[in-house]
């Protein structure tokens, strides 16, 4: 079969996360995609509408994917409404992932925006199984209000693996009782060493690039900062250039990139 062919997936269970994003349990009906690596995404296929570009939140079951879909539009919206026992298509792993595992002994910072969270999840799951091999681990996470607070119910079991869990949000609700601020507000809280740090972030890009600037600033040396970027991506393997940023396919080069190479793109108006 074709690598450009999406194989059968059937959703198995689906998980209200927001108003409108749900994660989607699948497995695979005929055959199952090769292993994917934290940070990659697949092209979801929801037939008779569209295919789009998905980035892995986790594993379900030995050979399963979890996917967080947002309804955005027309091909997210008809996933989004996807039911347990329904198919659609998947075809994949694409892309860079997020650089792991980490040197041992390292302080790992994620930095995750609304969203963008989604990606990050399995890098932190990976942080929280190998515990040993890390000295700190802060997961720092920002969202519009506390409904769009993607896994909150996630957030205890990462701190019961010594995992330093803060967030904050841009509009609070009467009862909510946290930090309200962008994201970058929440360095104050790391207990991390700049001189062993390795930075994961993955949100809008407006929040990257500020919260990647903010590292640099603390003493994170650009080569170990890592932005998960976001284009137009149709093919998945490098050919329409749809997902053109500058020098780079992110489809193949990224979605994962360093920050030394990813932030001066950014930083080029309308690029």
Do not use: K
């Amino acid at each position: 079969m074709s690598t450009m062919t999406p194989a059968r997936y059937r959703v198995m269970d689906r998980f209200a996360e927001t108003a409108d994003t749900v994660t989607l349990a699948l497995e695979p009906v005929d055959r199952p995609l090769p292993v994917f690596r934290p940070g990659q995404f697949a092209m979801l296929y929801a037939f008779g509408v569209g295919e789009v570009p998905i980035s892995v939140s986790g594993r379900y079951g030995p050979a399963g994917l979890l996917h967080t879909v947002r309804a955005v539009g027309a091909t997210s919206a008809a996933l989004h409404t996807l039911q347990p026992g329904r198919m659609l298509g998947v075809r994949g792993p694409y892309g860079q992932g997020w650089p792991l595992p980490a040197r041992v002994g390292a302080d790992l910072v994620v930095v995750a925006g609304g969203l963008g969270l989604a990606p990050l999840r399995p890098l932190i799951r990976h942080a929280a199984a190998d515990r040993a091999r890390y000295r700190r681990v802060a997961v720092l996470i920002g969202a519009r209000t506390p409904d769009g607070l993607l896994y909150p119910d996630e957030y205890d079991t990462w701190r019961a693996a010594d995992i330093d869990v803060l967030t904050t949000v841009d509009r609070a609700a009467a009862d909510w009782t946290g930090r309200v601020g962008v994201v970058t507000a929440l360095y104050d809280g790391l207990r991390t060493d700049p001189a062993r740090t390795a930075g994961y972030l993955c949100g809008p890009e407006v929040m990257m690039r500020f919260a990647a600037r903010d590292l640099l600033r603390r003493g994170v040396a650009p080569d170990r900062v890592w932005l998960s970027l976001e284009r137009n991506m149709h093919c998945g393997t490098g050919h329409c250039g749809h997902c053109q940023l500058g020098p780079l396919l992110l489809c193949r080069d990224g979605p994962v990139a360093r920050c030394d190479r990813a932030l001066p793109l950014l930083a080029i108006r309308e690029l």
